[in-house]
């Protein structure tokens, strides 16, 4: 039986219905709130809800498992939840390897992020998977997060632990238009008019779950993987998406200090109870250009082919388009 992590969340769904449609085995891990009727309706998917910082929860779902796939995380740029994700991510990391090693799993899949890879202090440089860690302004809580729950899977590669790491850029597709990267569709709906010339990697969540699932399979194991299907700026994702909602593209280009404002008020309106837009994270990654290189990913799969983020992009709009009443 394999076993999913954050099975709920964006990416985990995803995998979840692939791995069910391929006729796999599956327990689906759960936090709090039990997944929509859609998903426990998949079937060989046996939901399980866990706390992955219980080690009797971590201990009892890695039981009869071969395989592990570890997607889940705690995804924040507020302030206020810093500690707590800095806490989670590398503790759950740590429960799963050790319960891996313990249990002899065949083989772990850890999904990280760009976030948690170095960044190079020359922009026009592409990052790999080779650049270290370092201080930058332009590191996240996030991302530091992320970063020390690798060096846990490093750890148990170390104790003779199979597995794999992956670096995906920003996840694209259909989920919670009210949170995550969804959320950017309902920005573009309501034809958000500033933009910026950042520039990060992207990649559609249907890529993400298949190379998730053909590095499982495969034999490679301690190495990690960025995965991006290209750089791009924000202001070409966010110009794609209004042209595929049929809205007007943003046209306004937010300076730094037009941007600095505008994360200052979100904090106000985070003490009048309201979620900020753009905190102040979100708004220095708008604003940084990082450029990710791919090809090792390529070179590991040579039959994987990335989606065209534009057709993902129309992908979404179909369907937010479909969910507005």
Same mark, same amino acid.
């Given at each position: 039986?394999?076993?999913?992590?954050?099975?709920?969340?964006?990416?985990?769904?995803?995998?979840?219905?692939?791995?069910?449609?391929?006729?796999?085995?599956?327990?689906?891990?759960? =936090? /709090?709130?039990?997944?929509?009727?859609?998903?426990?309706?998949?079937? &060989?998917?046996?939901? =399980?809800?866990? #706390?992955?910082? #219980?080690?009797?929860?971590?201990?009892?779902?890695?039981?009869?498992?071969?395989? @592990?796939?570890?997607?889940?995380?705690?995804?924040?740029?507020?302030?206020?939840?810093?500690?707590?994700?800095?806490?989670?991510?590398?503790?759950?990391? *740590?429960?799963?390897?050790?319960?891996?090693?313990?249990?002899?799993?065949?083989?772990?899949?850890?999904?990280?992020?760009?976030?948690?890879?170095?960044?190079? $202090?020359? $922009?026009?440089?592409? +990052?790999?998977?080779?650049?270290?860690?370092?201080?930058?302004?332009?590191?996240?809580?996030?991302?530091?997060?992320?970063?020390?729950?690798?060096?846990?899977?490093?750890?148990? @590669?170390?104790?003779?632990?199979?597995?794999?790491?992956?670096?995906?850029?920003?996840?694209?597709?259909?989920? #919670?238009?009210?949170?995550?990267?969804?959320?950017?569709?309902?920005?573009?709906?309501?034809?958000?008019?500033?933009?910026?010339?950042?520039?990060?990697?992207?990649? #559609?969540?249907?890529?993400?779950?298949? @190379?998730?699932?053909?590095?499982?399979?495969?034999?490679?194991?301690?190495?990690?993987? +960025?995965?991006?299907?290209?750089?791009?700026?924000?202001?070409?994702?966010? *110009?794609?998406?209004?042209?595929?909602? &049929?809205?007007?593209?943003?046209?306004?280009?937010?300076?730094?200090?037009?941007?600095? +404002?505008?994360?200052?008020?979100?904090?106000?309106?985070?003490?009048?109870?309201?979620?900020?837009?753009?905190?102040?994270?979100?708004?220095?990654?708008?604003?940084?250009?990082?450029?990710?290189?791919?090809?090792?990913?390529?070179?590991?799969?040579?039959?994987?082919?990335?989606?065209? +983020?534009?057709?993902?992009?129309?992908?979404?709009?179909?369907?937010?388009? /479909?969910?507005?009443?």
């Amino acid at each position: 039986m394999i076993l999913v992590t954050g099975a709920s969340g964006f990416l985990g769904q995803h995998l979840v219905r692939l791995l069910s449609a391929q006729g796999e085995k599956v327990r689906a891990l759960y =936090h /709090s709130h039990a997944p929509a009727s859609a998903l426990t309706s998949l079937p &060989g998917i046996q939901w =399980h809800k866990a #706390d992955l910082l #219980d080690v009797y929860d971590v201990a009892e779902a890695v039981t009869g498992i071969t395989k @592990i796939y570890h997607c889940a995380a705690m995804v924040s740029f507020l302030p206020q939840m810093q500690e707590q994700m800095l806490h989670f991510n590398p503790e759950s990391t *740590t429960n799963i390897v050790n319960e891996a090693l313990e249990q002899n799993i065949e083989k772990l899949v850890y999904v990280s992020s760009v976030a948690a890879i170095g960044r190079s $202090e020359l $922009e026009t440089k592409a +990052i790999t998977e080779e650049e270290q860690w370092g201080e930058s302004k332009y590191n996240s809580a996030y991302g530091l997060s992320k970063y020390l729950a690798e060096t846990e899977v490093w750890r148990g @590669i170390g104790e003779g632990l199979n597995a794999v790491i992956v670096n995906p850029g920003i996840i694209l597709g259909e989920g #919670d238009w009210n949170k995550g990267s969804a959320e950017l569709m309902k920005i573009a709906y309501k034809e958000f008019p500033f933009y910026t010339n950042g520039v990060t990697g992207w990649v #559609d969540v249907k890529d993400v779950a298949a @190379i998730l699932q053909q590095l499982m399979e495969s034999t490679t194991t301690g190495e990690r993987y +960025i995965i991006s299907s290209g750089n791009y700026t924000y202001r070409e994702i966010f *110009t794609q998406m209004a042209k595929a909602l &049929g809205k007007k593209p943003p046209k306004f280009e937010a300076s730094s200090l037009m941007t600095g +404002i505008v994360w200052r008020l979100g904090r106000i309106s985070q003490l009048l109870g309201k979620k900020p837009v753009i905190t102040k994270e979100t708004a220095s990654n708008a604003r940084s250009k990082s450029i990710y290189n791919n090809e090792k990913l390529l070179k590991a799969l040579p039959e994987f082919k990335y989606t065209p +983020i534009e057709e993902t992009i129309n992908r979404m709009a179909t369907v937010f388009l /479909s969910s507005i009443p």
